[in-house]
C-alpha cells in the first residue's frame, strides 16, 4: 500500500483529470487507459494526461474495436472492459474512480497477481469503502469515487463533467440537482496530447 493523498491534493487532481478526459470525451475520444503511468503532474499542480496511445489505435484500427478485445490496464479496467464489451467514456471514469480510490486510501480498491482474479473482483465485488479506510475524507467525496467505480456503467455518472462537480460538491450526492461550479473556481484546464 502505498501513502494516501491529502485529501484536498486528491480532489484537485482527480478534478483536473476529470475535466481532460471530458474534453477527449468531447471529441469522441476514450482514453481506455487511465492509470497513475498516464497522469503527469507539473510543478504548479497541472495535470497533463499524455498516453492515448491505445485510443488512437483504437480509432486507427477498425478490428481492435471489436467486442472481445480486451484493452488497458486489468488494475484500473472498467468490468466492461474486461467482458471484451464496447466502452464509453464511463470506462475512463471507472479508471479514474479506481485512481482517485487510490489517491485517497492509499492502496487500490481491487488488486491480484492472477489477471482473472483481478478481472473477476472488478466485475462482482464491492470494494471496501472509502469512509472506513479514510476517516478524515468528506462523505461525499467517498460516495463519488464509488459511484464512478459501479459495476454498471448505466449505474456511473453521465459524464465525466459531472462526475467532477460531485468530486467537489459541498452538499450530498442524495441530491437530485447537478450543482454548476463557477468557471472562475475550476483549476485550469488540463493539456491533452492526442
Do not use: W
Not at 13 to 19: P, R, T, V
Not at 30 to 49: G, Q, T, Y
Not at 138 to 163: T, Y
Amino acid at each position: 500500500a502505498g501513502t494516501p493523498l491529502p485529501v484536498e491534493r486528491a480532489v484537485a487532481l482527480a478534478m483536473q483529470i476529470a475535466d481532460a478526459l471530458e474534453a477527449a470525451h468531447g471529441r469522441g475520444i476514450v482514453h481506455r487507459d487511465v492509470k497513475p503511468a498516464n497522469i503527469m503532474v507539473d510543478a504548479e499542480e497541472r495535470v497533463i494526461l499524455p498516453d492515448f496511445g491505445i485510443s488512437k489505435a483504437v480509432r486507427a484500427t477498425t478490428h481492435l474495436t471489436n467486442t472481445g478485445m480486451i484493452i488497458g490496464t486489468p488494475t484500473y479496467m472498467a468490468p466492461e472492459q474486461g467482458r471484451g464489451q464496447q466502452v464509453d467514456g464511463r470506462a475512463d471514469q471507472y479508471a479514474l474512480g479506481v485512481v482517485g480510490y487510490q489517491m485517497v486510501a492509499g492502496d487500490v480498491p481491487f488488486d491480484s497477481d492472477d489477471v482473472f482474479a483481478l478481472m473477476f473482483k472488478h466485475m462482482s465485488e464491492p470494494p471496501v469503502p472509502l469512509a472506513t479506510l479514510r476517516s478524515d475524507a468528506p462523505a461525499d467525496l467517498c460516495r463519488a469515487i464509488e459511484r464512478a467505480l459501479a459495476k454498471e456503467p448505466a449505474d456511473r455518472f453521465a459524464s465525466m463533467e459531472e462526475f467532477a462537480a460531485a468530486l467537489d460538491r459541498p452538499t450530498p450526492l442524495a441530491a437530485t440537482a447537478v450543482i454548476e461550479r463557477p468557471v472562475a473556481a475550476r483549476p485550469a484546464r488540463p493539456a491533452v496530447t492526442p
